[in-house]
């Protein structure tokens, strides 16, 4: 069954730091998502991506992140100076249309210290 | 202002049992809307679709009544497997969102033998 695919696991970086997080949505999807969700709290949506360009960003996803697909597979996710409250798990997801179920990578633990 | 209201939970049921969630939403605009199922540090998994006929999936019963903005789950004949976080979660598309997922806090199911 296809799956997306998220890399790392997990993520421990020092404050100040950039981090990638990389997505390899499913290969016939056409929007991509990222969401987080902090410890104890629920799945926020960070943005959405369709067409190579950004659709829509929630007020999260301020000018320390960005995305880029970069090639035909690869979805990333970066956080350019990280603080200690953007620790928890990223999670990637795509669909086929806008309106269809979304599925979900199994997500990056980041941990800035 | 909460978008999707879940109740708090938890809930400690026995094997067997029959158990409901509730869950209203805000936007009246809102499009489409899903239960999913978490697993302790896991990502969401899709469990239905709730469509305003109501639907059924074995022991699954969604329904939805968009004049009260309410949807909810039923789970009859409770397993141990069911224990997880129950995710209430509305989807925004059109008039520019691309299938924006709003979560609900989830309600935390555990099953006891």
């Known amino acids: 069954e296809p799956e997306v695919t998220q890399t790392p696991s997990h993520q421990v970086t020092q404050m100040g730091q950039e981090v990638i997080l990389r997505c390899v949505p499913i290969?016939?999807?056409?929007?991509f998502y990222w969401y987080r969700q902090i410890l104890g709290q629920k799945v926020e949506f960070l943005v959405s991506?369709?067409?190579?360009?950004?659709?829509?960003k929630s007020e999260i996803f301020d000018d320390q992140f960005s995305v880029e697909r970069p090639d035909g597979s690869n979805f990333t996710l970066k956080i350019r100076s990280t603080k200690l409250e953007d620790s928890a798990m990223y999670f990637c997801?795509?669909?086929?249309?806008?309106?269809?179920?979304?599925?979900f990578g199994q997500g990056t633990r980041l941990t800035v210290v | 202002r909460k978008e999707v209201e879940q109740d708090p939970g938890p809930f400690n049921v026995p094997e067997g049992a029959t158990v409901a969630f509730n869950c209203t939403y805000s936007n009246s605009a809102s499009q489409s809307f899903f239960w999913y199922r978490q697993d302790c540090r896991k990502e969401p998994k899709l469990l239905m679709s709730?469509?305003?006929?109501?639907n059924e999936d074995g022991r699954f019963t969604a329904q939805l009544n968009r004049a009260s903005q309410y949807i909810s789950l039923l789970i009859r004949d409770s397993k141990l497997s069911d224990s997880a976080t129950y995710l209430c979660?509305?989807?925004?598309w059109g008039g520019g969102s691309q299938g924006n997922l709003i979560f609900g806090k989830g309600t935390k199911l555990s099953v006891k033998p």
């Open positions: 997801a795509s669909r086929t249309t806008p309106n269809t179920e979304a599925f």
């Open positions: 991506f369709y067409n190579n360009e950004i659709s829509e």
């Open positions: 290969s016939n999807h056409l929007y």
């Open positions: 709730v469509y305003s006929s109501g």
């Open positions: 979660v509305v989807n925004m």
